[in-house]
């Protein structure tokens, strides 16, 4: 397995564990990972070609459907309610 598809399961795990925590403590390493996940998956675009960067990319597009429908209301203008 290559370094890229390890980093990949290690960055499932840490969204995992993260994900677990309150939610006032998850925006320091979400926010961490959320930045980290474009890299990983054009690494693994990159190294492995599409079926398994586009698998990537469905992982990543799964578990933050939230923070990124944020991230569009904001980008559009809108001024989406924060969880508490």
Known sequence: MSLSLVFGCLWVFASAVVAMLPMRKQ???????????????????????PWYGAAALFAFVSMFRNPLRYLYARAKGEKPELPK
Request: aromatic content about 14%.
């Open 27 to 49: 925006y320091a390493p979400g926010m961490a990972l959320l930045i980290a996940a474009p890299v990983l998956i054009a690494v693994i675009w990159w190294e492995h070609g």
